[in-house]
């Protein structure tokens, strides 16, 4: 079983990553517009996210709308909102799970059972930065591919936003937290038997011979 310091790192590194996460989901800055060529000098700046697509003006305005419909929206986009909501939702989960399993709180007494709720929270966590690390780098991926395109006009061109790093980051926090609850939350096996076969040993009554 893990020591509680471990865990307690693992829980702040889920805690953030969690707050990453819902950052990187609510936030609409997974493309901006691109500055190039022709399009150097602007009155304005484009915000795409996963909900919304916002206009910031030259000003400091901003104006932001939701999407007509999600079949407007290109595939990456589409698969992040679902890859990030169920990772939001499957590492609040862990987390809750790992707070009854852990070694510094109470609610669970045997300790078999404490190993496998942190072992079970550890791959779920590995689960969660996973599905935000795919969206984010897929998202990535297309929009470097339709930047380097000649056949894109340089309006339409866009760059990667803040969103992206900041998914990166909270991807790597969540998969080091289940990594560190992976391997340091492996449940014991066979040290039950061997202390119940000493104890029957040392209970056996002793022969008395004449």
């Not at 045997?110 to 998202?139: N, R």
Request: glycine share 10%; proline share 3%.
């Amino acid at each position: 079983m893990g020591s509680a310091g471990v865990q307690i790192v693992c829980v702040a590194l889920g805690i953030l990553g969690l707050i990453g996460t819902i950052v990187c989901c609510a936030v609409p800055r997974w493309k901006v517009s691109s500055f190039t060529g022709s399009n150097i000098v602007t009155a304005q700046s484009s915000q795409e996210g996963l909900w919304t697509n916002c206009v910031v003006q030259s000003t400091g305005q901003q104006q932001c709308k939701s999407y007509d419909s999600l079949l407007v929206l290109p595939s990456d986009l589409q698969a992040a909102r679902a890859m990030t909501i169920i990772s939001c939702m499957l590492s609040s989960l862990c987390l809750l799970m790992l707070f009854s399993g852990a070694d510094f709180t109470t609610c669970v007494e045997s300790q078999d059972a404490k190993a496998k709720i942190s072992l079970v929270a550890g791959i779920g966590l590995l689960l969660a930065g996973l599905l935000v690390v795919i969206s984010v780098s897929w998202s990535a991926h297309n929009t470097v591919q339709n930047f380097n395109n000649p056949l894109v006009p340089a309006s339409q061109k866009r760059e990667l936003g803040a969103c992206i790093f900041v998914g990166w980051a909270a991807g790597a926090l969540l998969i080091l937290g289940g990594g560190l609850l992976c391997c340091f939350s492996r449940p014991k096996s066979g040290g039950s038997g061997t202390a119940k076969y000493y104890s029957n040993n040392a209970s056996a009554p002793n022969k008395n011979y004449v």
